[in-house]
DNA sequence: ACAATGCTTCGGCTACCATCGAAGCATGAA
DNA sequence: TTCATGCTTCGATGGTAGCCGAAGCATTGT
């Protein structure tokens, strides 16, 4: 029964977790949920038999979203039974809104200017992406040459893809990883346009002023 | 959380009573649950609580019905989650075996000779069921007539479709109602095929054995 | 190669809750 | 009144499922 999965304290609050859409790693709605990850794997695996969740292998990491929007759309319909009992269930709020704007994903760029970034790539054919794959086109190894100082030769490791779609923590769409989005990001760097957040363990990736206009100018979408 | 209320099977077996918009006594979401009317008291009163059902005194009965739309179309929605998974309910069901076999619905057969019953009719063209609506074949007319004494003028009433499809609750399929439904009932008690259980209020029907053999005759499958 | 990280599986423990018997109220009938 | 019916509350039991520690894979980094 699909009720007495979203019934458990413990999943309901993963689900939640995921209703912005955006997709999570295990340990992340196991830290969502207050559960241990084992916990949280037992419940994940349960989830995705009932169909309620979909998980996407990511190098080490289980990312998990909603299947899809008749699930979101059958939790909204509890949620609005459950609201209208006064019986709310109390959502942690969003994190940290810097977090969400930029931060490091391993050694690339992440967050919504990542998502942004990679949107610009591709919407003016400098990579092309099938699901997961990305690849430079020639067009885009002109682009970086000419404007990042970037060429094909520095991108190159025996192991490591030039490019990789990353599925975004808090956008819940792809933004570029790879050896091609490392060195962007270290370019971005040395440029000082951002630097990554003093405080140490932290994420976070500060944008100077000069930096976020020129990042604007090369990966700038119509709405800013 | 309202899911956790719907999770559970007795209550789920309940509230799938309820969908059709009537209400029913306590006792008899008992019965439907397979449960004691004890246990379906405490479950009635969280389902209120949790504003799934309304109750509605009449004289010694407890009437409960569904809160409103709302709350059906989210039933709705969860069924329809679980069934693309083929995730239906399964380990659900009376205790009793005998009510899973054969039962009074209303006035009609219900259970698994019930839904026999249809699967037969319908396969042979003496009907022709399109979605919810049962049309009886004059192939059916002759048939009934002729192993039944069922004539169609029998069947005929100001309000009440002669034949419908009636959502078996423990078999999840259709099985007949309607005028129809109710007169061939009618007529298995008076061949002495079946008659409903001594206990009072008990909708198990005990099919004799020259009953039985009857039935399978007219309606039963090859697996019997 | 080795270590570290993320996640899963396994085994046991525990707590919760559905379940039922028995008894208690309420309503309606004789 | 007295009895019968319908439903609820109380108390005790048992099965189930959530939970975590420890160990096992898988992937990645050094």
Known sequence: MVAALVGDPAR???LTALMNGRALTASELAQEAGITPQTASSHLAKLEAGGLVEPEKQGRHRYYR?????VAGVLEGLAGLAARTGHMRV???PKDPALRRARICYDHLAGDLGVQMLDSLRSR??????KQEIELTT???RFLAKHLQISPDMLSHP???VCKACLDWSERRHHLAGTLGAAMMQR???LKWAARDATPGSRVVNFTRTGEKQFAALFGNSKD
């Open 12 to 14: 309901a609050n993963m």
């Open 66 to 70: 909603l299947t899809d929007d008749d």
């Open 91 to 93: 959502r942690t709020g």
């Open 125 to 130: 054919n400098l990579v092309k992406q099938k």
């Open 139 to 141: 067009e885009g190894e």
């Open 159 to 161: 192991r490591r893809p």
């Open 188 to 190: 971005f760097a040395e």
